[in-house]
């Protein structure tokens, strides 16, 4: 997918060599290349830096990955917080680019969309994750004082009686309650997907809080979609799967009784990161969107010409499978995940024999994504994507040419800034050879209409 030599069927996927080029607007200047301990940059001068601090400043980050509400929940592949300040603060700091509305295309559980509250934006975000657009409104929720009480009230209720059920277990006469069953889930199907990873008094009381909110939800909605958030946030830790990307099992020992406490240190995690966020100045409008970033422009979605700036970290081509990454939280929660399984973009599962016919399927799609981008972003608007070079099939993808060459009838580039990045398992050596896998961040202007 790049002029580079030695990989063949590159020039066949149209991508131009990911080296510095040429263009943009007059006042704009293009400088060399420099490098240093494997970093990269280029564009205008004045940007290499605070570029170069974005992609390498969240390597030693504790502080701004811990601060308001990113702990929350945890989510795989997500950009790093810090990162997606330093983005931030170069889009509208440095560049000072109107109006002050930023959009995430692909927002995930919300990393851009929390920067940008706290930078007193108005914030949209977009993903195909249904459980993404619930985590990030979480994350970014503007509630009032008054209903931020009550939500830490219900939550330390549910947990109490959570734990009190975990404690009843060890009695002699205890009658587990039977396992609840969810509208429109089919409830065979859900037990083979969750069983497996549970041991049976933690599902019991995972079960229980879902039931407390449940209950909730034929009250109060948002409330329970608020509470969810929380109880996902524990469904990987109290599992026997290793992790959110790993499916292989692991014991692990569970308390009687520690799946309500967590509940409730979540629910207090949750308040204090909301807390914070509105101290350091989150006061706009706040847009979710469970929706396909190739379709974003139209009514009551996103107005043309109405974002000032746009930061996200699309999907790397070939190199996850996000919704198998997702599927027991989904399953669990009783979310239906079919429409995002389907338009997943780039996913791993469609190269398995047809790397190259998936690889510009890819492309394809990221050029309707660009396309979209072009109509809500405001002339001479900013849009800051990260992306890493990744393996189709076998073969390697150079992200940045790729990127360059989609975007070039619509935007210029500004700056950018690469990083290399260790090569995983045989597959990626053998693909990538002597050339470094990189990843990288590209600042673009959305170029004047002629």
Request: glycine share 8%; proline share 6%.
């Amino acid at each position: 997918m790049s002029s580079r030599p030695a990989k063949p069927n590159s020039k066949a996927l149209g991508a131009k060599s990911p080296q510095p080029q040429k263009g943009g607007k007059q006042r704009r200047s293009q400088a060399t290349t420099r490098r240093s301990v494997g970093i990269k940059a280029g564009g205008i001068k004045t940007l290499r830096e605070p570029l170069t601090y974005a992609l390498r400043g969240a390597k030693d980050d504790e502080l701004v990955k811990n601060s308001l509400t990113h702990p929350l929940h945890s989510y795989p592949a997500r950009m790093h917080p810090a990162t997606a300040r330093a983005l931030v603060d170069i889009c509208f700091g440095i560049e000072k680019v109107q109006p002050r509305v930023v959009l995430d295309p692909f927002c995930g559980s919300g990393t851009t969309l929390v920067e940008g509250r706290a930078a007193g934006l108005d914030v949209i975000g977009a993903d195909l994750n249904p459980l993404a657009v619930r985590i990030a409104r979480a994350k970014t929720w503007a509630c009032p004082k008054k209903r931020l009480t009550a939500f830490e009230q219900l939550g330390a209720k549910i947990s109490a009686a959570a734990v009190e059920e975990g404690k009843a277990a060890r009695r002699a006469d205890y009658e587990p309650r039977p396992i609840r069953i969810l509208k429109g889930v089919d409830p065979a199907a859900r037990d083979e997907e969750i069983a497996p990873w549970y041991a049976p008094h933690v599902r019991r009381e995972l079960e229980f809080i879902a039931g407390a909110i449940d209950e909730e939800r034929e009250e109060d909605e948002q409330m329970a979609d608020l509470l969810s958030v929380c109880l996902s946030s524990l469904l990987i830790k109290t599992s026997r799967r290793t992790s959110d990307t790993s499916p292989k099992g692991m014991k692990r020992n569970i308390a009687r009784g520690a799946p309500g406490r967590w509940f409730g240190e979540r629910i207090e995690l949750m308040v204090q990161g909301l807390i914070d966020l509105h101290r350091e100045g989150a006061s706009g409008d706040v847009t979710l969107l469970e929706r396909d970033a190739r379709k974003l422009v139209g009514p009551g979605v996103v107005a043309p010409e109405s974002v000032g700036a746009i930061i996200s970290s699309p999907p790397y081509i070939g190199t996850y499978d996000y919704v198998d990454h997702h599927r027991l939280r989904l399953a669990f929660l009783g979310m239906p995940y079919d429409d995002f399984e389907r338009k997943e973009i780039g996913a791993r599962r469609r190269f398995k024999g047809r790397a190259h016919q998936a690889a510009l399927k890819a492309i394809d799609d990221f050029k309707e994504c660009l396309k979209g981008f072009d109509e809500v972003l405001v002339p001479g608007g900013l849009m800051a994507l990260m992306v890493g070079d990744s393996v189709a099939g076998v073969e390697p993808v150079w992200a940045d040419g790729v990127l360059r060459e989609i975007a070039e009838d619509r935007f210029s580039v500004l700056g950018w800034v690469s990083q290399e990045r260790d090569k995983l398992g045989s597959l990626e050596k053998r693909a990538f050879g002597e050339y470094p896998k990189r990843e990288h961040i590209l600042l673009f202007e959305k170029k004047s209409q002629s």
